[in-house]
């Protein structure tokens, strides 16, 4: 008797953990309409995890010592990171699976994770067929990786419509509908962001030839590299979010800024004083969040000391993040 109630206990305990694990399961496993996603996105920050050599050499010898490097990035109040990719996926499996292990581990940390291809070729000779097609493939190899993963996962196609392909937005429209297509074939619920010309700017989005499908968002720059030579003008941001808003309106599609950097900085340091990053910081942030649109800063690199796992600028930070640890 005594053996019988410990094994119905034992398969108690299995049923309730199975119970919990179909429940997680389900939960990620959830559609996520763009309208909500939006609302989910709260503040980020773009991540090197998957550029630079040194950050990204950090961030795996730190995950071999079982440290979570997203959970850093959580713990400090940031809701989703954009992490930029400049591997070729196609023909480097390893930086495909590396980019797997980056995405569960922010998932399992609580981050929204989001990528973004750096996609130099295409950007710096977007008239080739070769890189166009590339391109294509690049984000077809993507999403037969991911299929399965979390709708919290999304994919942002391009980084920044910056270098010669700014000029040529019936490049950018036709390698978007070609890679949407190929996504949707494979993952027909992913959320994808697609990026207007003119350096990611706002006042092109009206050149985006998409459709609004429920799971398409579009993502724009403003002061990407931050107040240039450390000066800045309110009516160009108001102006900006206006246009973003109005865009939104009209198509139904939600936006997102995927870049904007507290401070101008030259050779590797900031060169702005501190009152005007704060202030400059605190507009931006405002402006965003009264607006309602989400935004991630630029970038991890100057708040974030990955050899030493520290963080720096904090006073910078402590001006963006309070609004979204507030948040309802």
Known sequence: MKKLGLLLLFLVGV???????????????????????????????????????????????????????PKYFKEMGFSNVRIRVSQDVVTNRTALVQLGEIVRDCLKAGLIPIITYTAPELRENPTSEETQEHFVLWWKTVAEYFKGTSYLLSYDLLIE?????????????????????????????????????????????????????????????????????????????????????????????????????????LKNETNCSESLILKFSTFMASSLKEADIPYDINSDVWFFNIENLTWKNVAILETILPLQRKAP
């Open 161 to 265: 419509s910056s270098g010669p392909i700014k000029e040529h937005p019936e490049v950018l429209n036709r390698v978007y509908a070609k890679a949407l297509k190929e996504i949707r074939e494979i993952d027909p619920h992913r959320l994808v962001f697609v990026t207007p010309v003119g350096t990611s700017s706002p006042f092109y989005l009206e050149d985006l030839n998409i459709s609004n499908d429920g799971f398409t968002l579009a993502e724009w720059h403003i002061y990407a590299g931050g107040p240039k030579h450390c000066t800045y003008n309110e009516s160009p941001i108001r102006k900006a979010i206006s246009e973003a808003l109005n865009w939104s309106r009209k198509t139904g599609i939600p936006t997102w800024v995927g870049a904007w950097r507290p401070f101008w900085s």
């Open 15 to 69: 049923a309730v953990l199975w119970s919990i694990h179909v429940k997680v399961i389900e939960n990620t496993q959830s559609t996520i309409t763009a309208t909500r996603y939006r609302k989910m996105l709260g503040v980020g920050i773009d991540v090197d995890w998957m550029t630079f050599p040194k950050v990204h050499h950090y961030y795996f010898y730190w995950r071999s010592k079982g440290v979570s490097i």
